[in-house]
T-cell receptor
């Protein structure tokens, strides 16, 4: 069935460094790839998304890239800050509106 | 709009009891999703609806789990009988339409089965 793999499961960086989280998906019909941030005890919230007709999208310190041929997409956070510490989830929207999430990456930004 | 509303926020129940989780999606949203979140498995999709019709329930772990959406503004997820391994946070989410739009999550229900 459809699957989204996310790596790494945990990531620790120094404040100011960059962080990269990678995902792969199995459903070649997927056409929408959102990224969610979940702070401790709270609900997941959308931080950025990308559609299949675009290869890259940037919003201030965060950017996403998409390689449809390889079925890979990635989240890049530059100049990380302690408030970026959270769990990040990638997701892929497949046929019929099925939204599948990766396993999550716990990002820790050390001051 | 108040967003996606879930109730209860917390539920503690004894093994073997029936548990019903409730969700009110954002008005006008066509899709409703039920997810289960655990440390081991992350965000698992249990079932989703389109225009109140269940589309894919392949993520429902066992026959003990059932979900309904009797109308566009209400959905339930029922576990009967509950077991300790069902303990998790259950999220409901809704989205406006297919084609790539944001799914909005409710606050979640933290279920503890003792």
């Amino acid at each position: 069935g459809e699957n989204v793999e996310q790596h790494p499961s945990t990531l620790s960086v120094q404040e100011g460094d960059s962080a990269v989280i990678k995902c792969t998906y199995s459903d070649s019909a997927s056409n929408y790839f959102p990224w969610y941030k979940q702070e401790l005890g709270k609900r997941p919230q959308l931080i950025i998304d990308i559609r299949s007709n675009v290869g890259e999208k940037k919003d201030q310190r965060i950017a996403v890239t998409l390689n449809k041929t390889a079925k890979h997409f990635s989240l890049h956070i530059t100049e990380t800050q302690p408030e970026d510490s959270a769990v990040y989830f990638c997701a892929a929207l497949g046929q019929g509106g099925k939204l599948i999430f990766g396993q999550g990456t716990e990002l820790s930004v050390k001051p | 709009d108040a967003g996606v509303i879930q109730s209860p926020r917390h539920e503690v129940t004894e093994m073997g009891q029936e548990v019903t989780l409730r969700c009110k999606p954002i008005s006008g949203h066509d899709y409703l999703f039920w997810y289960r979140q655990t440390m081991m498995r992350g965000l698992e999709l249990l079932i989703y609806f389109n225009n109140n019709v269940p589309i894919d329930d392949s993520g429902m772990p066992e026959d003990r789990f059932s979900a309904k959406m009797p109308n566009a503004s209400f959905s339930t997820l029922k576990i009967q009988p509950s077991e300790p391994r069902d303990s998790a946070v259950y999220f409901c989410a809704s989205s406006p339409a297919q084609g790539g739009t944001e799914a909005f999550f409710g606050q979640g229900t933290r279920l503890t089965v003792v």
